[in-house]
C-alpha cells in the first residue's frame, strides 16, 4: 500500500514540476508539440530511473563504506552526465526527428536539477532499494504527463484568440499556474 500511495502522490499530489517547480526549463521548451513532450519524457523517465539506481548502489557501496558522503554531489552529477550522453546518442542515432525536435533540450537534461534532485532526494529519505526504484519511476512519469497535458494545451493555444502580448511563454505561464491549482486539489483523496 506504501508504494502504491508513493506512486499516485509523486505523479498527482506532488507532481515535481508543478509543485516543487523543478524541471521548467524543458517543460516550457519542449512543450510546444505533443510528440516532442514524450519523447522528452521517455528520456528523463529512463535517466531518473538509470541514475537514480546507479547513485543508491554508488552511495551505499562506495560513499558510506569509505565514509565519503561528501562526494555526493559530485558522483551524482557524473553519474547523470554520464546517462544523458548515452540517451543523446541512442536518440540520435534510432531517432533522428526526434532528435532534432528536442534540440538543445535533450543535453540539458544533464543540468536539469530534477534528475539530481530525485537521487537525492532517495537517499535523504531512505528509502530502500525497491522504493527508490517505485519512486524514480513514479516522479518522472508524472513529469512526463504534465509534460504531455501541458503539450496539448498548448497546441491549442496557437489557434486561440489571445492578446498579443499573451502569446506563447506568458498564457503557458498562467496554464502551468492552473494545472498546479488543479493538481493540488488532488492532495485530499491520497
Same mark, same amino acid.
Given at each position: 500500500m506504501k508504494l502504491i500511495s508513493m506512486i499516485f502522490m509523486a505523479i498527482l499530489t506532488n507532481n515535481i514540476v508543478l509543485t516543487k517547480f523543478l524541471g521548467i526549463c524543458p517543460f516550457m521548451g519542449v512543450s510546444k508539440s505533443s510528440k516532442s513532450a514524450v519523447g522528452m519524457g521517455l528520456a528523463v523517465t529512463f535517466v531518473i530511473f538509470a541514475a537514480s539506481v546507479i547513485t543508491y548502489a554508488i552511495q551505499y557501496l562506495v560513499l558510506v563504506p569509505f565514509h565519503i558522503e561528501y562526494m555526493q554531489l559530485i558522483s551524482f552529477i557524473l553519474i547523470i552526465?554520464?546517462?544523458?550522453?548515452? @540517451?543523446?546518442?541512442?536518440?540520435?542515432?534510432?531517432?533522428?526527428?526526434?532528435?532534432?525536435?528536442?534540440?538543445?533540450?535533450?543535453?540539458?537534461?544533464?543540468?536539469?536539477?530534477?534528475?539530481?534532485?530525485?537521487?537525492?532526494?532517495?537517499?535523504?529519505?531512505?528509502?530502500?532499494?525497491?522504493?527508490?526504484? @517505485?519512486?524514480?519511476?513514479?516522479?518522472?512519469?508524472?513529469?512526463?504527463?504534465?509534460?504531455? %497535458?501541458?503539450?496539448?494545451?498548448?497546441?491549442? %493555444?496557437?489557434?486561440?484568440?489571445?492578446? +498579443?502580448?499573451?502569446?506563447?511563454? +506568458? @498564457?503557458?505561464?498562467? @496554464?502551468?499556474?492552473?494545472?498546479?491549482?488543479?493538481?493540488?486539489?488532488?492532495?485530499?483523496?491520497?
Open positions: 552526465a554520464s546517462f544523458v550522453q548515452l @540517451v543523446e546518442m541512442i536518440v540520435k542515432k534510432y531517432s533522428p526527428a526526434l532528435y532534432k525536435s528536442l534540440g538543445v533540450y535533450l543535453p540539458l537534461i544533464t543540468t536539469n536539477c530534477a534528475v539530481l534532485y530525485v537521487a537525492q532526494d532517495n537517499i535523504a529519505k531512505g528509502y530502500t532499494f525497491l522504493e527508490t526504484c @517505485v519512486n524514480s519511476l513514479a516522479v518522472p512519469l508524472g513529469f512526463m504527463l504534465v509534460l504531455f %497535458l501541458f503539450s496539448c494545451i498548448r497546441e491549442r %493555444l496557437d489557434y486561440a484568440d489571445t492578446l +498579443p502580448s499573451w502569446k506563447g511563454n +506568458p @498564457v503557458g505561464l498562467v @496554464v502551468a499556474a492552473l494545472m498546479a491549482l488543479a493538481f493540488s486539489g488532488l492532495a485530499g483523496i491520497i
